[in-house]
Every structure is written in structure tokens, then in C-alpha cells.
């Protein structure tokens, strides 16, 4: 692999070029973080894509697409007079070392969840104790991951189940209180009551290690294979699947269970 000085230069020359483009470009020169914004969530998003993938060409490109939008930003505040690639680069190194302690101090933790815990002291720290423990969560976040990320700061400072298989407590009291609101006919209620499901089902998958967003896009993914097995099927014998029975669809269904990945 490369050297740190060629890791180095490397930088420097996606600097230099953007420098140029941002002068000699039209596109490039009429970019703003709000005209930017929507295409750095898109590249973000690419990004997810290529690692769920584990496709490593993909992922060396959208790394660059990702870090690209990082150093148009920082060039942005360059010319605000605000900040450059320097300040960005030297608050982040700062703020790496005084939230490690445990390798740059004289602090001790047992294990990666114990460093997790103090991460989240020291950011309260940082900000003299006036930080909200989940200040720091994203409001634009999907739904499911900002779930488990509040879940997850709130446990890193004790707020938890004692143990974990006592979540499993939570999620049927919540399936019987959205079968309730069924039976009541309440939407408004029936829609509040799904969504404490779901954040309690959510929660049991934090505590038993296991990344929901992770999980359900497996599923997503296993749902779309077996599904577009069926639709291929169809489409061989002539036929449209709004011509076939639900039980002509099941039966096909589970032969794309044997031959898809699980």
C-alpha cells in the first residue's frame, strides 16, 4: 500500500484540482453548501449502497465522491474566511485524542462498550454539561436509524434494561396495545401505537447486537430477489402476476426461497 507521504501528495493534488476547477469551471464555480447539500446526502447514500454491497471498486469510488464534497465544503469556508481543509482536519485530530483517553491519557476501560460509555461523557463535557445527552442526534435522520441511535446514547449513560431479555416484555405489551387501537378503530391511535412497537422491536435488536437498519435492508433485499423470481416466472410462461392466484405466487415464492440467498 502507500506511504503516508504519498497518502499525503494524493490530498494535495485533489486540492490543487478542485482549486482550479472552482476558478475555471462554470458548475463548479456556482456551487454553494446549499446547492451541494442535496448531491452530498445522494453520495452518502451511493456510499451505504456499495458497502452493503462489499463491492470494493464501488466503494473506493464513492469514497471519493464522499471526500470530494468534503473538501468543497471546506474550500467553501476557505473563501468565507471561516475555515479550511486545515481547520477541519486539525479540529478533528483534537477531537479524536481528547475522546480517547484510554489510548492518549492515563484513563482504563474494559472492552468496546465501556468506550462507548465514556465517548458519550466526554461529549457532555466538551460542552460543559449544557449538551442534551441526544443533542447530538440528527433531526433529519430516517425514522429507524435515529431510533436506534437514541436508543443508543441514552444507554451509553445507564438509561437501559437490566436485562436484555426483558425487552421482550415491552414488544408484546406494545403488539397488545396496537391490537387494541385495531379493535377500536382509532387510525390516529393505531399509528402511534405501531410506532412503540416498532421502537421497542428496534431496541430489542440493539440489545442483542444487531444494527436494525443492517437487518431490515437484508430482509428488504431477500424480498426483492424472491419476489422478481416470481415476476421472472410469470413473464416465461406468458402470463402477468395480476393474472395468477395468491397460491400460484406462494407455490413460486418458495421455490425462490430455495434458490435465493438467505
Not at 479540529?91 to 481528547?98: A, D, Q, S, T
Not at 457532555?124 to 442526534?137: A, T
Not at 410462461?237 to 426461497?257: F, I, P, Q, V
Request: hydrophobic share 40%; charged share 35%; glycine share 4%.
Amino acid at each position: 500500500m502507500h506511504t503516508r507521504q504519498e497518502k499525503i501528495e494524493a490530498l494535495g493534488r485533489v486540492i490543487d484540482t478542485l482549486d482550479i476547477l472552482r476558478v475555471k469551471c462554470p458548475w463548479d464555480a456556482k456551487q454553494t453548501n446549499e446547492s451541494l447539500r442535496p448531491n452530498t446526502i445522494e453520495e452518502t447514500y451511493e456510499l451505504a449502497q456499495a458497502l452493503l454491497d462489499q463491492n470494493n471498486d464501488e466503494i473506493r469510488k464513492e469514497l471519493g465522491d464522499v471526500l470530494l464534497h468534503i473538501l468543497f465544503y471546506a474550500k467553501i469556508g476557505e473563501e468565507k474566511q471561516a475555515f479550511d481543509i486545515v481547520d477541519v482536519a486539525d479540529f478533528l485530530n483534537h477531537k479524536l485524542i481528547f475522546r480517547h483517553p484510554h489510548v492518549f491519557g492515563d484513563v482504563s476501560v474494559d472492552g468496546a462498550h465501556a468506550v462507548e460509555m465514556n465517548w458519550e461523557q466526554i461529549k457532555l463535557k466538551e460542552k460543559d454539561g449544557n449538551h442534551s445527552v441526544l443533542g447530538g442526534v440528527p433531526r433529519s435522520l430516517p425514522a429507524l436509524v435515529k431510533a436506534f441511535r437514541v436508543q443508543e446514547k441514552a444507554a451509553n449513560v445507564g438509561f437501559d434494561w437490566e436485562k436484555r431479555e426483558h425487552v421482550w416484555d415491552k414488544v408484546k405489551e406494545e403488539v397488545s396495545e396496537v391490537n387494541t387501537e385495531i379493535e377500536n378503530k382509532d387510525q390516529d391511535k393505531i399509528e402511534a401505537e405501531f410506532g412503540d412497537l416498532l421502537f421497542a422491536i428496534i431496541n430489542a435488536a440493539r440489545l442483542y447486537k444487531v444494527n436494525p437498519e443492517n437487518a431490515l435492508e437484508r430482509t428488504n433485499r431477500k424480498f426483492i430477489d424472491r419476489f422478481n423470481y416470481i415476476e421472472r416466472q410469470a413473464k416465461a410462461t406468458g402470463r402477468s402476476l395480476r393474472d395468477m392466484t395468491l397460491a400460484e405466487m406462494d407455490a413460486l415464492w418458495n421455490e425462490a426461497k430455495k434458490q435465493t440467498t438467505k
